[in-house]
């Protein structure tokens, strides 16, 4: 597609149920990127893929938080036992490349409400 | 540790007014720097970048930014602002590991 896509758009569920967030990047991109952001904490980085590979996995607030990459594309981050602080809008980008010069192309998020 | 820091959180301006946002950073290398909007409901898109160079670079939607090493600065600006610019605008510097740290964004509001 034209640009990066996510699905749900939006997802409610229970405390304690577990969730599964899609982020299908741009064709051809190498490098994905998940992003949290909520109201308390604004926007912070989670993990980044390069190919199917996730050297950085620093900013995963728990255990409960996971993330994988298939075929160098379509990624999918999945929260078990989901409590309420993980609401928030998840936002996945791509660039072409790595490197802190590449430009990410960001999604519209998954908004994520938590009861 | 690096970290942008976006002192207003809430502007407001009157249409075809000038605007400048601010942004500053901390980080020990040379940033990278970044300025996204985000308007309701969507996504980040970008509205320019510095790597090296001009100091002064330019963006879409007719918006520029300068960076000043000196103030570890890198403020955006727009000589006339259209009722469309109302959003949620973001700094950001690219550090090690291929992140972005985004500062705590500015919300802009034009008034008619």
């Known amino acids: 597609g034209a640009g990066v896509s996510q699905s749900p758009s939006n997802k409610v569920t229970e405390k304690g149920k577990d969730v599964e967030l899609r982020c299908d990047p741009i064709s051809g991109h190498t490098a994905l990127y998940w992003y949290r952001q909520s109201l308390g904490q604004g926007l912070e980085f989670l993990i980044y893929f390069q190919g199917n590979s996730a050297p950085d996995k620093s900013g995963l607030p728990s255990d409960r938080f996971s993330a994988e990459r298939t075929g160098g594309s379509v990624s999918t981050l999945t929260i078990q036992r989901t409590q309420q602080e993980d609401s928030a809008v998840y936002l996945c980008?791509?660039?072409f490349g790595l490197g802190r010069q590449e430009t990410q192309y960001f999604g519209p998020g998954t908004r994520l409400l938590v009861l | 540790a690096q970290s942008v820091t976006q002192p207003d959180i809430h502007i407001t301006v009157s249409e075809g007014a000038s605007l400048e946002l601010r942004c500053n950073y901390s980080y020990g290398a040379t940033p990278y720097l970044f300025w996204y909007v985000q308007s309701p409901g969507q996504g980040l898109q970008l509205l320019l970048k510095?790597?090296?160079?001009?100091?002064l670079v330019q963006g879409i939607k007719g918006f520029e930014a300068e960076f000043k090493r000196s103030q570890s600065s890198f403020n955006l600006r727009k000589p006339s602002v259209h009722w469309s610019d109302a959003a949620e605008y973001f700094c950001?510097?690219?550090?090690?590991?291929?992140?972005?740290?985004f500062g705590a964004g500015t919300i802009l509001r034009v008034k008619s």
């Open positions: 980008a791509s660039s």
């Open positions: 510095y790597f090296s160079g001009d100091t």
């Open positions: 950001a510097v690219g550090v090690g590991g291929n992140k972005l740290v």
